[in-house]
């Protein structure tokens, strides 16, 4: 079994509470995944720690985007007092520099909120599809009990 030291998973069975710990760069982002009372009869730990994990991974996404925006604001304001200054040259190499950069931002920021709307939306897909499977499972073992 691989273990990888930047993940922790904890499981708190009384809560029926899994929680994802990850340290990346000396951040760490947690996500949880708690089971629906109504889903205990099929409760996974290694179901909950998908779930736990993959919305640490969101959390993360929605800080790097963060920090882009952070990022763009600033260029963004420095470039607007180039713009208030008439001793620089707007076509200077380091205007152009700078306004790439700003498109360069733009496009990670673009980037990152769909990949995270992408993350957010098979993450409920796979909740979807496993409440489908449990309800056939139950419907089976329904009508496997009735029949003896």
Avoid: W
């Amino acid at each position: 079994m691989i273990t990888d030291t930047h993940v922790k998973f904890t499981y708190d069975k009384d809560k029926h509470l899994t929680t994802c710990t990850r340290n990346v760069h000396n951040k760490f982002y947690i996500g949880q995944s708690q089971c629906h009372p109504h889903d205990y009869d099929f409760e996974s730990q290694l179901v909950g720690q998908h779930y736990a994990y993959t919305r640490s991974m969101i959390r993360e996404m929605c800080t790097i985007r963060d920090d882009y925006k952070s990022q763009l604001k600033m260029l963004k304001h420095v470039y607007n007092i180039y713009e208030q200054n008439s001793e620089i040259n707007l076509d200077s190499l380091e205007c152009m520099v700078m306004r790439r950069q700003m498109r360069l931002l733009e496009r990670d920021i673009d980037e990152m909120k769909q990949l995270i709307s992408e993350t957010r939306r098979d993450l409920r897909i796979t909740m979807q599809e496993k409440d489908k499977l449990y309800e056939k499972l139950r419907a089976k073992r329904a009508s496997g009990s009735s029949n003896n």
